[in-house]
Each structure stands twice: as C-alpha cells, then as structure tokens.
C-alpha cells in the first residue's frame, strides 16, 4: 500500500512539474466565480465569544533573527492565542491598489474588496481553517471552537472535554498539553479556481500559515510545535469533517500558563452560557478520550451551491494521507547536498532594515503583482539580508515521527536579473557561508527575455524584476524517506520559507510576490537541475515599487 501511495504522490507531482507543457485535467476548465465559496467560513448557528484586538508587543524581525531581546519563554494565553490568531489569518485590512493584476477592474466594488491577511495564500483563497480543543486548564469553557476569520471571534461547537481525542491522535507528541490548536484544509474554497491542482497550492498555503505562526509564537515567548505526521481519522471525525473535502493537517499542543481553569468544566452536550446547547450525546469528563459518536454538529454554511471534487485531489489526499514511517538515515540523505564552485559572497545581512516590530511587518505584507519597477535596483544586501532570514526558517524539528536534528529540505536559487552588485546568472544560496554558489549561468537570450518566457501569467514583467527566488527539494528522496506524507511535510516547509521571504523583504521596504507560474521543467535546466531529483517547486519575485502610487490601505 506504501508503494502504491508513492506512485500516486509521484504522478501528481509530476503532473504538476509539467503543467506548463502538458495541461493537467479536466482541460477547458471554467472557473464559477458566481459560485463560489464564502472566503470566511461561518457556524451561523454556534455562540461566539469575543477575541482582543490589541495584542502584547511583539520583538522586531531583527530580534527574532538574532536571538535578542526575545520575551521570556512562558505559557499560552487567551490575549496571546488571540494575537497570533489575528496576525496570521484574521482580516487586518482593505485594500485597493494599481497593478496588473487581472481581477483589478472589479476590486474597486464592495463585493470583490481584496482583505488583506498577514499571511500569504495561493491566489488569496485562504483554504486553511482553524480550531480549538480546549481542554480543562484552557481559560474558556472546554470544548471545540472554530476561528471566524472575518470576524475575529472564537465560534463554539462543542461544549465539553474532548482534548483526549486529539491527544490520542498526535501520542506522545502531546506532552502535558490538554488543548490543542487544529489546521485544517478545506480544499473547496481552493479547488473551485485551481481545479486539480489545488493539492500542490493548498499544502503550502498550510506551511505558510505555520510559518507565521513560528514567527509569532518566537515573538510572544510561547512553544509551538507544530504536528503533522498523526492519525487525522478521529480529529477528523471530532470536527464533523469526512475526511476528503475537508481534513486535518496539522495540529499544534498548548499548554496554558494558569492551569486553573476559568471556569467550570463543562460536559459534552451541557448548556452553554445564553441557553445554547451543544447538540453532542455523551458526556466527556476531562482528560479522557470522547467516545467515537461524539462530534461536532453545527453545520457549516456553504456559499456554493454546487461543490464539485476533482478526481486527481481526492487521489492524491489519500496517498499522501498515509502515516509518516520515517527513515532517519535517508532522512538525512534527502537534504539538497553542497553545490561545488567558487562561492560569491554577499554582504552582511542588513539588521537595521530589520528592524520592524512582527506586528507590523505582517499587517504590512502584501503582493506586488505588477507594482515593480526599476530604478531603483534590487542590491545585492537586501536580496542577501532575504536569503538569510528565509533560510533560518527551514527546519522544524517538532514535526511528529521526525528525529530532532532533521535535516532542511528545501534549497533557495537566485535568478539574478536586475541586482546591483551581482553579476546576471544563476546560482544557489549557502546559509553556512552566506554566500552565492555558482549555477548554470546566464540563460541565452538573456535572463530578464528567459524569466518572461518561462511565466505563463500576465500578471508581472520580468525586465522591472531584480530577482527570482526558488525554492527547491528533492521529492522523491523524501518520499523514500518518510513516505506518502513526505509530500506535505516538504510542501510545508516550502510554505514556511516563503512567508519569511515575504517578511523579510517586507521588512526592508522591498516587493515581494510568490508565483506558481513558471515552467519548472525550464527553470531547473536553467539552474542545472535536469537528470537530477532535485526540483523547484515555488517562486518568489522580488524588487522596488515605485514610490508615487495611487493605493488606498484601510487598516481594521
């Protein structure tokens, strides 16, 4: 069954590989944008529970990169939970801005209003949806809650100790925690643009979202091991999810800093303040795993009057939700190896430019689409300052099944076009040395002719770009490494990179927009990939806004 999974993951990924050459199915798709899901998910029927707005201050990017001045390390709390919930996926702003996007026209009227998120999301779907179990030491009423993002409150499902369930799922990575953060993917509210090649986006956007979440919980003095190798069955069944349309990914153990309670611990099925009654049968007392019956039943609304499944997400959901078996020797073998060559060194990271509080950065961030333009030049700091602190984000040792020195599995390229104070050409970045190891050199033709090319959107010009990052891995090492679930757990990693590129160049006052639109097949010859297992899997532009704009940001 293993090896079946595998072949499964690996046609997809190929399939995805080579989109840009041979179509992916169902061809001539044609998106319903009439129908389409609501961009927040709602329980119209659940009690809601007010969250802060204002949160504690939060170090500056420098701080978290340096280790300085970070808060001292203690535990979650209601106003600490509610911060990170906020930066990471609650709406902080509107926004209206000049560029070539092509939905541009209709984001001036109310109904089409772009939200900025301080996270960034393939095609902004935010597929990811968000849930508390909380448990007896929580400082709220156990149960399970869902994170309306629209409206920045906590919806309650379940009212009663079902921490158990959860913590059966993830084993001893649970530790002492009794309630849990729960990321869950709700493919719809992706698929219905992506079609089929929803799965690919979906499980970056996740690690994108876990890598604000690192961020802020550096930033807020609190651990947070994120899980991704348990059992999704019973939190799936927890949460009212079947499991194909929508499922678990990730889960992440909190531990309270007062153990005692609020309030009462409440069973399954009693009244909740104001007369609401979660509709559950048995009761729960706490610390004991929920029986199997027992589940959220507040019904979601759904916006779409016609949801439709995509055979190869349902396929490839499956595969790569095998459990994790991994291999810690070809673990280690599965990280991209030294590139050989004379390195470029590049300057030292720029820490002053860092030096921007965590809040803002996020509520800040945003895509350029076709804002770039040049003068000025992208320099050879700043691009150095964004390859360092993206790259510090590579390794999440927490993650379930995965030994504590995992290797990163993920490499950054640079497609130097428009840097000043670095020759044009390819190369791939060393963390170790900071410094820039020769590629394949500069494509004939010439990079900025190359790079448009090879984008198959409309949405950029390529000659107005200074730099185009790549994020690479080796699939098919990892897959033989840790199995199906390998897929997600790279992806992951991917996602979490790119948000701290994101951070990084935002921090710096530089543009920044993430693409899945290149010819990958194209792109990793350029850098002198090809008869290798190593690919790029997503890309990052990065370059200068013009500073005379016509953009309108109103901050919520």
């Known amino acids: 069954m293993q090896q079946e999974a595998r072949t499964v993951v690996r046609e997809y990924a190929e399939a995805v590989f080579?989109?840009?050459?041979?179509?992916?199915?169902?061809?001539?798709?044609?998106?319903?944008?009439?129908?389409q899901p609501s961009r927040h998910l709602s329980y119209p029927d659940a009690p809601r529970l007010p969250l802060p707005a204002d949160g504690p201050t939060l170090p500056t990017l420098r701080d978290l990169f340096t280790g300085a001045d970070r808060p001292p390390a203690g535990?979650?709390?209601?106003?600490?939970?509610?911060?990170l919930l906020r930066l990471s996926y609650g709406v902080l702003d509107r926004r209206l801005t000049v560029n070539w996007n092509q939905d541009l026209a209709k984001r001036t009227h109310f109904e089409h209003a772009v939200w900025g998120r301080g996270t960034a999301s393939g095609g902004g779907m935010y597929?990811?949806?968000?849930?508390?179990?909380?448990?007896?030491?929580?400082?709220?009423?156990?149960?399970?809650?869902?994170?309306?993002?629209?409206?920045?409150?906590?919806?309650?499902?379940?009212?009663?100790?079902?921490?158990?369930?959860?913590?059966?799922?993830?084993?001893?990575?649970?530790?002492?925690?009794?309630?849990?953060?729960?990321?869950?993917?709700?493919?719809?509210?992706?698929?219905?643009?992506?079609?089929?090649?929803?799965?690919h986006v979906v499980t970056q956007d996740l690690g994108a979202l876990l890598g604000s979440w690192d961020l802020l919980a550096q930033g807020l003095g609190v651990p947070l091991p994120r899980l991704l190798g348990f059992d999704p069955v019973p939190v799936d069944r927890l949460l009212g999810f079947d499991g194909e349309r929508e499922s678990?990914?990730?889960?992440?153990?909190?531990?309270?800093?007062?153990?005692?309670?609020?309030?009462?611990?409440?069973?399954?099925?009693?009244?909740?303040?104001?007369?609401?009654?979660?509709?559950?049968?048995?009761?729960?007392?706490?610390?004991?795993?929920?029986?199997?019956?027992?589940?959220?039943?507040?019904?979601?609304?759904?916006?779409?009057?016609?949801?439709?499944?995509?055979?190869?997400?349902?396929?490839?959901?499956?595969?790569?939700a095998a459990p994790a078996v991994p291999d810690p020797d070809a673990l280690a073998a599965a990280a991209p190896g030294d590139l050989p060559g004379e390195p470029v060194?590049?300057?030292?990271?720029?820490?002053?430019?860092?030096?921007?509080?965590?809040?803002?950065?996020?509520?800040?961030?945003?895509?350029?689409?076709?804002?770039?333009?040049?003068?000025?030049?992208?320099?050879?700091a700043e691009l150095g300052t964004t390859l360092a602190f993206a790259a510090a984000g590579r390794h999440h040792p927490a993650d379930a099944g995965l030994p504590a020195d995992a290797p990163p599995l993920t490499r950054l390229w640079v497609f130097a076009n428009h840097v000043d104070g670095l020759p044009t050409g390819t190369y791939g970045y060393c963390p170790r040395r900071h410094a820039l190891l020769p590629a394949a050199g500069e494509p004939a033709g010439?990079?900025?002719?190359?790079?448009?090319?090879?984008?198959?959107?409309?949405?950029?010009?390529?000659?107005?770009?200074?730099?185009?990052?790549?994020?690479?891995?080796?699939?098919?090492?990892?897959?033989?490494?840790?199995?199906?679930r390998g897929y997600r757990l790279l992806n992951a990693e991917i996602g979490a990179v790119a948000q701290r590129t994101y951070c990084a160049a935002t921090a710096q006052r530089v543009g920044c927009g993430a693409v899945l639109g290149f010819d990958n097949v194209a792109m990793d010859d350029a850098l002198g990939l090809t008869g290798g297992d190593e690919r790029t899997v997503l890309f990052l532009l990065l370059g200068h806004h013009p500073e005379d704009v016509a953009d309108v940001v109103y901050r919520l």
């Not at 920045?152 to 925690?177: I, K, P, S």
Request: include cysteine; proline fraction near 8%; glycine fraction near 8%.
């Open 75 to 83: 535990g979650w709390t209601l106003p600490a939970l509610a911060t």
């Open 248 to 320: 678990a990914f990730a889960v992440v153990p909190l531990s309270w800093a007062d153990a005692e309670p609020a309030g009462a611990t409440a069973p399954v099925g009693a009244a909740a303040p104001g007369g609401a009654t979660a509709p559950v049968g048995a009761t729960v007392p706490a610390g004991e795993t929920a029986p199997p019956e027992t589940r959220v039943r507040y019904r979601a609304f759904e916006r779409s009057r016609r949801l439709r499944e995509f055979p190869a997400v349902t396929a490839v959901h499956r595969a790569a």
């Open 345 to 380: 060194a590049l300057p030292a990271p720029l820490l002053d430019r860092l030096a921007r509080p965590l809040s803002t950065v996020l509520a800040t961030r945003s895509s350029s689409f076709g804002r770039f333009r040049r003068p000025p030049e992208l320099t050879a």
């Open 18 to 35: 080579r989109r840009a050459r041979t179509p992916m199915e169902p061809l001539n798709y044609e998106v319903d944008w009439a129908d």
């Open 127 to 199: 597929p990811v949806e968000i849930f508390l179990v909380a448990g007896a030491s929580a400082p709220l009423l156990p149960g399970v809650y869902h994170y309306h993002t629209g409206q920045h409150v906590l919806e309650r499902l379940l009212l009663g100790d079902v921490a158990g369930t959860v913590r059966a799922a993830v084993g001893d990575a649970a530790g002492a925690a009794d309630s849990f953060l729960v990321a869950s993917i709700r493919f719809w509210k992706n698929s219905f643009k992506y079609n089929s090649f929803c799965y």
């Open 446 to 484: 010439g990079m900025s002719a190359f790079l448009q090319q090879q984008y198959f959107l409309t949405n950029y010009t390529m000659g107005q770009v200074g730099a185009v990052l790549a994020i690479s891995g080796r699939l098919d090492a990892v897959l033989d490494a840790v199995g199906p």
